[in-house]
């Protein structure tokens, strides 16, 4: 217990990639500009999502809540990464780690379960077309985003009381932030009873909604199968493209990082997988949902002053 007191008093040190001190100014400079997309593209989208009455529809709803959701996300994690690029500061205090743990498997979890309610949306959309909009009631889109919020949070407290109460020993996290697996490496005692629980924990929030959005899109599947013209089944494949792959790219890394044993998690593997889901995913994002969207383009043409209905 004395090494939890320490670790209270003391804080961290977050090692991040100062292994790789020549690569370090490389990092800064890319996570820079890869930052400033993600904080644009997101942004962009919400403005969008409000300004123009086109976008008032249920998948444009969840998807402004996916691209808040980004922002927080890269915001509590990214600056941080900046500092400890830069050589200024690699410390956080205990509490400062506590927060960021739980701010990060809020979101986390909240974004597990946003994706889901983005299936049910195009499941709707395409498996049932003429009761889509009695379907997807506003009232409906908006239980579903504050259940994705408040499911989230929960399932991230759970984790985090479940960590913070193991005494910790050491005070260097071989990490950018703070990760789960790399705190639990350095509990003081046996984690076997404390990972059976986090994996519970994980499996609620990760795999359940992961198997409804399979299950959701082996519907939309068939129905798409059922329609006769190609031009109709590549329109209805084309509406679901872009949530697969954004399902794919974030349940991808997630579970990587979170469904594994605590000691098969190698660090440093870990900080270039986190990258990807805490950078990369949140920037790519807005380019995927609207690189081939007709309705985002001609909003933003219309936002510019330049009305595309005529063309």
């Given at each position: ?58 998948m ?48 986390g ?95 609620i ?39 697969l ?48 969207n007709?309705?985002?383009k ?13 063309r």
């Amino acid at each position: 217990m004395e090494s939890l007191n320490t670790s209270s008093e003391e804080g961290f040190i977050l090692v991040g990639f100062s292994d790789w001190p020549h690569l370090e100014p490389i990092f800064f400079a890319s996570i820079s500009i890869f930052y400033s997309l993600t904080l644009f593209g997101n942004t962009l989208i919400i403005i969008l999502s409000r300004l123009d009455l086109r976008l008032h529809t249920p998948m444009y709803y969840f998807l402004s809540h996916l691209s808040f959701l980004d922002l927080c996300y890269t915001a509590s994690t990214v600056p941080q990464l900046l500092v400890n690029l830069s050589g200024l500061d690699r410390t956080i205090s205990f509490g400062r780690c506590v927060a960021q743990l739980c701010i990060v498997l809020s979101l986390g979890g909240t974004e597990c379960v946003l994706l889901v309610t983005m299936a049910i949306d195009r499941y709707a959309a395409v498996c049932r077309p003429l009761h889509y909009t009695t379907i997807m009631h506003p009232l409906l889109c908006r239980a579903l985003v504050v259940f994705s919020w408040v499911g989230g949070l929960v399932n991230s407290l759970i984790q985090t009381s479940l960590v913070m109460a193991m005494p910790l020993c050491g005070h260097q996290l071989n990490h950018f932030f703070c990760e789960l697996p790399v705190l639990l490496k350095l509990a003081c005692e046996d984690t076997g009873g404390t990972e059976a629980n986090l994996f519970v924990a994980r499996v609620i929030i990760l795999v359940c909604p992961l198997v409804l959005i399979l299950g959701s899109y082996a519907h939309i599947a068939k129905a798409v199968l059922n329609i006769k013209s190609m031009a109709g089944r590549r329109k209805a494949f084309g509406t679901c493209t872009s949530h697969l792959i954004v399902v794919a790219m974030f349940y991808g890394s997630a579970i990587s990082t979170y469904l594994q044993p605590v000691h098969k998690y190698s660090e440093g593997e870990g900080k270039f997988v986190a990258l990807f889901y805490t950078i990369i995913t949140p920037m790519l994002n807005p380019l995927i949902y609207t690189l081939r969207n007709k309705d985002v383009k001609a909003a933003l043409w219309k936002v510019l002053g330049k009305d595309t209905d005529s063309r």
